[in-house]
């Protein structure tokens, strides 16, 4: 039971340079959620799914796209990178609403945009 | 809307003294409350979380924290501090009842540092 993956660890990108980040939960959690964090303002929700085909937009979701193809899997895309996007970037997933039950994070993915 | 606010974005406490850290809510509807700590170079874990129930919660690693209503508080402390403490940690409000969205929002963290 690895819980809640993400790959990469760490990316330097090009500003307008594109990618794609995966985080993959192995609990069959159905929220599942992406986070920006910066220091000195805690975590930031981008996006959010409450379910398989499901994507919602956060407290800051300009820059990104979301997709939810499958239950396990929740992918945070940039189509054009800008230097205001380096941050760490965390996965959660929770079994039911954050408010009754516990998220569960990864480790974190560390991009740098030159 | 819902925001929380951490007094303090740095702590500092001798090993063994009393562990405390500030978070204040602002919620219009009951608020589910959270404390996550983060180890460096990890993710977020839950140290312990309030949903309406007892108002004094206790969590992992001797961590526990109580629900002040009427000072729309929610303070992290420890009695004794570890060397194993040092981490950053998150205040998290959600709003509970029939108006749940399920999503957290977070304080800017607080970095304890525990020295020998």
């Known amino acids: 039971n690895a819980g809640v993956t993400q790959t990469p660890k760490f990316r330097v990108l090009k500003t307008g340079q594109s990618m794609t980040l995966l985080c993959a939960q192995d609990?069959?959690?159905?929220?599942m959620y992406w986070y920006r964090q910066d220091p000195g303002m805690g975590l930031r929700l981008i996006h959010y799914?409450?379910?398989?085909?499901?994507?919602a937009k956060g407290e800051v979701p300009d820059g990104y796209n979301v997709s939810r193809l499958k239950k396990q899997n929740f992918l945070l895309g940039l189509e054009s990178a800008a230097p205001s996007q380096t941050s760490v970037y965390f996965c959660?997933?929770?079994?039911?609403?954050?408010?009754?039950?516990?998220?569960?994070f990864g480790p974190g993915t560390r991009l740098l945009v030159l | 809307a819902q925001s929380v606010t951490q007094l303090g974005s740095h702590v500092s406490v001798s090993e063994g003294a009393l562990v405390l850290l500030r978070c204040n809510y602002s919620?219009?509807?009951?608020?589910?409350l959270f404390w996550y700590v983060q180890y460096p170079n990890q993710g977020l874990q839950l140290l312990l979380k309030?949903?309406?129930?007892?108002?004094l919660v206790k969590g992992i690693n001797g961590f526990e924290a109580e629900f002040k209503k009427s000072e729309t508080s929610f303070h992290l402390t420890k009695p004794s501090a570890h060397m194993s403490d040092a981490a950053e940690y998150f205040c998290?409000?959600?709003?509970?009842?029939?108006?749940?969205?399920?999503?957290?929002?977070f304080g800017q963290g607080t970095t304890l540092q525990v020295k020998p």
């Open positions: 959660a997933s929770s079994y039911g609403l954050a408010g009754l039950t516990t998220q569960y």
């Open positions: 609990m069959n959690h159905e929220y």
């Open positions: 799914s409450v379910g398989e085909g499901t994507t």
């Open positions: 919620s219009s509807v009951p608020p589910y």
């Open positions: 309030y949903t309406s129930a007892a108002t």
């Open positions: 998290a409000v959600s709003s509970g009842g029939s108006s749940n969205t399920g999503k957290l929002i």
